[in-house]
T-cell receptor
Framework: DQQVKQNSPSLSVQEGRISILNCDYT??????FLWYKKYPAEGPTFLIS?????DKNEDGRFTVFLNKSAKHLSLHIVPSQPGDSAVYFC???????????FGQGTRLTINP | DSGVTQTPKHLITATGQRVTLRCSPR?????VYWYQQSLDQGLQFLIQ???????AKGNILERFSAQQFPDLHSELNLSSLELGDSALYFC???????????????FGPGTRLTVL
């Protein structure tokens, strides 16, 4: 049972435009969500997180939006830069849980 | 650089063999997590240790085991290896145990295991 889903395996965006990566989850117990970025031959790098008591969290060019009723979160990158080309994973957990549940990842390509 | 180190970076071995993967967490982190990423798959949680004690188990096979030592480094032991065990194995660490803001998990660069 895939509790966290990233339905777009890939996304291509022009440099300077907005990149929007989407993630859906099924477990209503999740109350803590994260986004990780992964370059080839490296481990995932933590980007940004959000608690279920908020619906938005910003950090520089990165904003995460959470829609609890739809069980949906998204990551917005504005403006997109070539260095943002990577695989992006969303992950979910809940207070007291030990593990993160990851989506399958979305490969983002920023075109010059 | 996340501060989490993993060795070796690559490991090639044969079916039926046993290997040990090593992880050193970030300075000050007490929790260590192990994840497996098979080809084109998301990361699957295997097991977590906190300050030397096992805290949580995920989809870890009985052929796999782990431990965390007093200096907080951790080892993942994989035995009776099969072709399907070929994957990337990541270690992550966090300050304390459990999912919460401020306790994000930071990942090492991974060990790529190839079973021939």
């Amino acid at each position: 049972d895939q509790q966290v889903k990233q339905n777009s395996p890939s996304l291509s965006v022009q440099e300077g435009r907005i990149s929007i990566l989407n993630c859906d989850y099924t477990n209503s117990m999740f109350d803590y969500f994260l986004w990780y970025k992964k370059y080839p031959a490296e481990g995932p790098t933590f980007l940004i997180s959000i608690s279920s008591i908020k619906d938005k969290n910003e950090d520089g060019r990165f904003t995460v939006f959470l829609n609890k009723s739809a069980k949906h979160l998204s990551l917005h990158i504005v403006p997109s830069q070539p260095g943002d080309s990577a695989v992006y994973f969303c992950a979910a957990s809940f207070q007291g849980a030990q593990k993160l549940v990851f989506g399958q990842g979305t490969r983002l390509t920023i075109n010059p | 650089d996340s501060g989490v180190t993993q060795t070796p970076k690559h490991l090639i071995t044969a079916t039926g063999q046993r290997v040990t993967l090593r992880c050193s967490p970030r300075s000050g982190d007490l929790s260590v997590y192990w994840y497996q990423q098979s080809l084109d798959q998301g990361l699957q949680f295997l097991i977590q240790y906190y300050n030397g004690e096992e805290r949580a188990k995920g989809n870890i096979l009985e052929r796999f085991s782990a431990q965390q030592f007093p200096d907080l480094h951790s080892e993942l032991n994989l035995s009776s290896l099969e072709l399907g065990d070929s994957a990337l194995y990541f270690c992550a660490s966090s300050v304390v145990s459990g999912g919460a803001l401020g306790n994000e998990q930071f990942f090492g660069p991974g060990t790529r295991l190839t079973v021939l």
